[in-house]
């Protein structure tokens, strides 16, 4: 059986486990989740080839 995992939620889940632990670090928290997920959108071929 083969799971696959899409990166958006992971790091969405990091980002918010981060924000609740350390809240001082919300701005770049935020800023650096848009910046992943931007990347991931404007190269998912590249990202998915990175995950496996």
């Known amino acids: 059986m083969q799971i696959t995992l899409a990166p958006e939620p992971l790091i969405a889940l990091a980002a918010g ?3 609740l632990l ?3 670090f919300l701005n770049y928290v935020v800023a650096l989740y848009l910046i992943v997920v ?6 998912p071929n590249q990202m998915a080839n990175l995950m496996h």
Do not use: E, S
């Open 17 to 19: 486990i981060i924000i």
């Open 22 to 24: 350390a809240p001082r």
């Open 38 to 43: 931007g990347l991931i959108g404007l190269f």
